[in-house]
């Protein structure tokens, strides 16, 4: 079976980072805490310069409220939305504020994969929307649970990539002005790997 290439095009995408919570994303183990705070940083700043709205989720904590640092430079769509279960779509703050874009394409990244991440990504695919997993922003208990998740998200019509070829697909030239700026924040993530 021939695979289908779907191209992003930035004035149909939006953002949601769900549960990237200093309290969270250390249960993370599929990836480094330091490695999923680099990809949300870069997928934060590409955000910002192509312009594309940002939803933040995240679930209640003892805590209290607590994004990732890295996430400090987004304007959430909404302010920063909490929620009481898995699912970000089953919270009306966060699924007004993702309908408000009126953006189709929704790249979604978060802790953990095999919940809010896999439970959201098929409820936007049941909504209608695309749906783009930015991997190396997401962390999952196991790397078999994870890739179970994955496994379902595409058999569900999902896509599953990483934040320097979304990044990219959005921005086919490097040498304009916004390229430049964004390739020079892809460097940032190479840097830290």
Do not use: W
């Not at 990237?20 to 480094?32: A, C, H, N, W, Y």
């Amino acid at each position: 079976m021939k695979e289908v290439v779907v191209v992003l095009q930035a004035s149909e995408v939006q953002l949601l980072f769900a549960d990237l919570q200093e309290s969270i994303v250390p249960f993370g183990r599929t990836r480094s805490g330091s490695g999923i705070r680099a990809s949300a940083r870069v997928l934060a700043e590409v955000a910002e310069l192509l312009e594309l709205p940002a939803t933040v989720s995240i679930a209640p904590r003892p805590e209290g409220p607590d994004p990732i640092a890295e996430l400090s430079g987004v304007r959430p769509v909404g302010g920063v939305q909490v929620r009481s279960g898995a699912s970000c779509l089953d919270h009306a703050g966060t699924r007004d504020a993702l309908a408000s874009t009126g953006r189709p394409v929704v790249v979604i990244c978060g802790v953990l994969t095999e919940l809010v991440v896999q439970l959201t990504a098929l409820d936007l695919i049941d909504a209608g929307l695309r749906v783009h997993v930015a991997l190396d922003a997401c962390g999952g208990l196991s790397s078999s649970t994870e890739d179970a998740a994955l496994r379902r998200i595409e058999s569900a019509g999902g896509y599953v990539g990483c934040v320097p070829n979304l990044a990219a697909d959005m921005v086919r030239d490097f040498t304009t002005a916004t390229g430049g700026r964004v390739i020079g924040a892809l460097h940032g993530l190479f840097n830290a790997a």
